[in-house]
């Protein structure tokens, strides 16, 4: 057999990073910030339309509100309509997010669009 005949074989080149190269550390969340991002929110809308409209919610209301969002959110609801007692909240259940606010009185005749669900607690 003769030199010349052989064929090289090709090695995939895999560098190996230099002691001084080192990945940057990712910035961790902290606890509070996860907690924060899983509780729910109102946008500035909603807030400006429970002040206008004297709505007061209770912990116990939030607490029921916070439940529905998690019955949805099971269900696979992207957006949804829930009734609480004599209010109604318009709530991005993947944002966790109350979108809008209003008394069940003043919701009537109106049309609800872009919405894949109803609870009512």
Do not use: C, W, Y
């Not at 940057?24 to 809308?45: C, D, I, K, M, Y």
């Not at 609801?77 to 997010?97: E, G, P, Q, W, Y």
């Not at 872009?114 to 609870?119: L, M, R």
């Amino acid at each position: 057999m003769q030199i010349a005949e052989l064929q090289p074989i090709a090695v995939p080149f895999v560098p190996v990073p230099a002691a001084a190269e080192s990945v940057p550390p990712v910035a961790a969340e902290t606890f509070e910030s996860v907690l924060q991002s899983e509780r729910l929110r109102f946008s500035a809308h909603a807030q400006a339309r429970l002040s206008s409209r004297g709505v007061q919610l209770s912990s116990q209301d939030m607490a029921r509100l916070e439940e529905a969002i998690t019955k949805a959110e099971r269900k696979g609801v992207r957006d949804a309509f829930v009734m609480l007692r004599d209010m109604v909240f318009i709530v991005s259940i993947k944002n966790k997010t109350v979108i809008t606010a209003l008394k069940a009185d003043q919701a009537h005749e109106n049309v609800f669009t872009n919405i894949d669900a109803a609870v009512l607690v």
